[in-house]
């Protein structure tokens, strides 16, 4: 039925994002689920949580796999079900939805989900190699085109259709900035001007280096439950009344548009009619903002504007924290930080701090009704989930 | 309720497994899911399949993740929710429990599981190398030990404790390899004896070349649906009336147990209770024989015999074709072949074709009730099936 909950968070946790140098992602994930214990006194993490999923996205970084045993381990968990979960940077949004499959099957009344990546030891050039391999290999990765280069592509395609500009994209990084600042866990924790993003060196054109989200290490995770059993745990349980996940070609030379992401956008239609909730209704959104403008197509994918109007939105400033539709409350992948794996439960981490009213100085005022949506490498993978305060 | 059905299979896929040269996984797995929709003309691919759970292991092989999308576009299932799930080589055993969680969790009628992996065309040591991303990095990779010397530390502990022989070990070579004659999809159809196998040159003591399972290039899929909509696709559907799954440490220095695993025995645990079966009730069996001292403990693991009476069971014949428990007809990891993220739903598509007569020359007589185990690593994750002819 519409609207009615499917499962109940009632703790989450999120580690420090940024350059955590000399822990293994097992030691990230552990603090973040420790967070998410000490939230929760009423829960016994070992008695309890009957599963664990987690979104990783790549074992090249620590050359390590089977990240669900290794991690439950690390978090006290030991011989519980665990799994991965991978569908690029949609990896964690991709865990949330497994998880509330578990509680609505019957099998788990508490499941734990979350995300997790260890990057910044790596070189650079070895992050954008590993980042690749969510795109296309005989179509793409092969002819040498890495992420910036395939959304510089989309960026190019919007600013021919509808007149984007620069200073628009740039917008979206100074509002990120804006609120990573305020953000005590966010990896860049600094304000940036228009002229520094404008200026800053192009890494792709159009996109500069301040268009692009940061190469950051960090864990997420959310416990949830069947809603009917969330009072014992918290008095603050978020509910979660839509949840929508879909795909698209792998390469992006078969899509029908470079202005919008189908897979999201299919995500985002099933998502609203599951929850019964309209574009308009939602408070405070977390959006998959890899680069600038897919920040931008987001809004536009969303519904928070029509198609092409996106740049529009952010240079009205309707999309800052005091906006009518405020929009990575967190600084966003660009500001907080995106590791890739615990990237969307961290979105989801974030609506849930702003649904209960512990954003602290991001805090956004009345807020009911939340939105996390979440991108797999180009679009291949979008996930689409809305949460509302009981 | 026990034995009540979760699922049922409406149908399954099997590519060949083997040497598969000049084809990319994605390929190989679309000739997995043709199967299965040739198999099942009622069955409208596009508009009835509502998710995908891939098994995929490794990265790495292809330089290609993000193995959900990329496998639903080539198998016709385009914008689908195709996700990709992991955990190392029982990771499409995990794939077929989440699907059958999507299908209880009233979000999916019809969901296809799977599993798949192209290996041969690397290096043997590339593929050790991307294996044992499977095990842990700083206390077994880091050192050098790559999964035979795992399993070999298993073998020589069982063969201290028990006496379990070399000769034992070789039995279930012998055995599998007689299966795997009879296969026509396996990747090796030749019989092997006894001396051939137990002369063949040491990969780590005790293991030889003939006691390890095949680096193969292959795909498996099956189609789940509700047991109440299952004879709208096909007059003989199969019904899943058991899944378990359970961890334990990455690391094997930290278990309790070196002769057993812990993982699958709570597993294999909560699976029996679901589905209201003993081990006395299970006619035929595919277990995890990616070494054959795997195979002796899956035996005990699973209750087929006591701690310690493995390498007795297969010297007596017992789990033989003809014998009373039946184990790896399709010849197994062993000889039929291991491409791994394919393993666990290629042993759920075996035990498909035993349950519903199809198994053609290695079909074993009056079975109604199968089961499939599928390891991950050194036993960090396993997952228990038990299925049943309606």
Known sequence: ??????VSIVSAGLSKFGKLEGLYAREIFAEAAKEAFDRCPNLNPKKDIKALFVGHMGESYEHQGHTGATVADWAGLLHIPATRIETACASSGAALRVGIFAVLSGFCDVVM?????KMTHRRTAEVTEYLAMASDFPFEQWHGITFPGLYALMATAHMHRYGTTEEQLAMVAVKNHQNGFL????????EVTLEKVVSSRVVAWPLKLYDCSLITDGASCLVITKPEIAKKYTDMPIQVIGSGQAGDSIGIYERESFTSLMAAKLAARQTYE?????PEDVDVAEVHDCFTIA?????EDLGFCKPGEGGQLVEEGETRLEGKIPVNTSGG??????????TGTAQAYEIYLQLTGQAEKRQVKDVKIGLAHNVGGSGATATVHIFRRE
């Open 1 to 6: 039925m519409k609207g009615e909950p499917l």
């Open 113 to 117: 989900v979350g995300g997790v990546e």
């Open 183 to 190: 953000n005590p866990k966010a990896h860049m924790q600094k």
């Open 274 to 278: 599951m929850a019964g909730v309209k």
């Open 295 to 299: 920040e931008i197509i987001a809004y």
């Open 333 to 342: 992948l660009k500001a907080k930080g995106h590791p890739v794996g615990a």
